[in-house]
């Protein structure tokens, strides 16, 4: 079946260009022009409809595209978000992440890297989403003192209490898990997380490891599990002592 994608976008020039090309592509494409509608129909993903996908526009009549995203993260830390806006601005882009977007490309736009976002998101979706019930021999949880990482059942806890991460900070924790004691540079993080595709910022990934540290570390000023190495990056301390 092919992939299911949910546009919101109220321009309509926008909003046609966009559909079409998806079409083009062979996705399936919902279009809607305001944040009601779009939450409407992610509401109905509870009786069946899902999607693998949703292209948000923020500045929307009504429900702004900031509180769309907003809303489905508090039910649906997986489904990817690529925010396709006018707001180009630093802030608007950190802010656009810290609630939990995956992606973000400002309008105007070329089409191919558009769809190289798409493509990209859909791939790593796919592989957050799929479970161990498909004939693929499943991966043993990674365990590293009290916090614990299913990457099959995209599931995390700490201290045997459920954290619930976005599609993004799952993949960065995971990366950091399976390599404990390397370290990253930000730009090693944006090919491997993001993909190559993504013509993104270090705040990005200054965004995302803030978001995760407030999610994992019992004090996020000083973390014991992902630790900054100055002038580097980032390394996951693993089973050292905090």
């Known amino acids: ?20 090309s998806l079409a083009a592509a062979d996705y399936a494409c919902d279009w809607v022009r305001d944040g009601e509608a779009a939450l409407a129909l992610l509401a109905a993903e509870a009786s069946g409809l899902r999607y693998d996908l949703v292209m948000l ?28 806006t006018a707001k180009a601005a630093i802030r608007d882009v950190v802010v656009g992440l810290e609630i939990g977007a995956d992606d973000y490309i400002t309008k105007p736009f070329a089409m191919p890297i558009l769809m190289a976002r798409v493509q990209a998101l859909l791939r790593r979706g796919g592989q957050q989403q799929t479970g161990a019930d498909d004939g693929i021999v499943a991966t043993p949880p990674l365990v590293c003192g009290p916090l614990a990482i299913d990457v099959d059942q ?20 995971s990366l950091f898990a399976r390599h404990p004691g390397h370290s990253f540079t930000r730009g090693e993080l944006l090919d491997k997380v993001w993909g190559e595709e993504f013509d993104g910022y270090d ?25 900054t190495v100055w002038g580097v990056g980032y390394r996951f301390a693993g089973d050292e002592p905090p």
Not at 204 to 223: C, F, M, Q, S, Y
């Open 203 to 227: 705040h990005t990934v200054n965004t995302h490891i803030n978001r995760l540290r407030g999610k994992i570390e019992t004090d996020p000023a000083k973390p014991r599990f992902i630790q």
């Open 1 to 20: 079946m092919p992939y299911r994608i949910l546009c919101v976008e109220d321009n309509p020039e926008i909003g046609k260009l966009l559909t079409e």
């Open 57 to 84: 526009d923020l500045m929307l009549p009504g429900v702004d595209g900031l509180e769309v995203c907003r809303r489905l993260r508090r039910c649906d830390s997986l489904t990817p978000v690529l925010m396709v």
């Open 154 to 173: 995209h599931r995390v806890s700490l201290e045997g209490k459920p954290v619930q991460l976005t599609g993004k900070e799952f993949a960065l924790l």
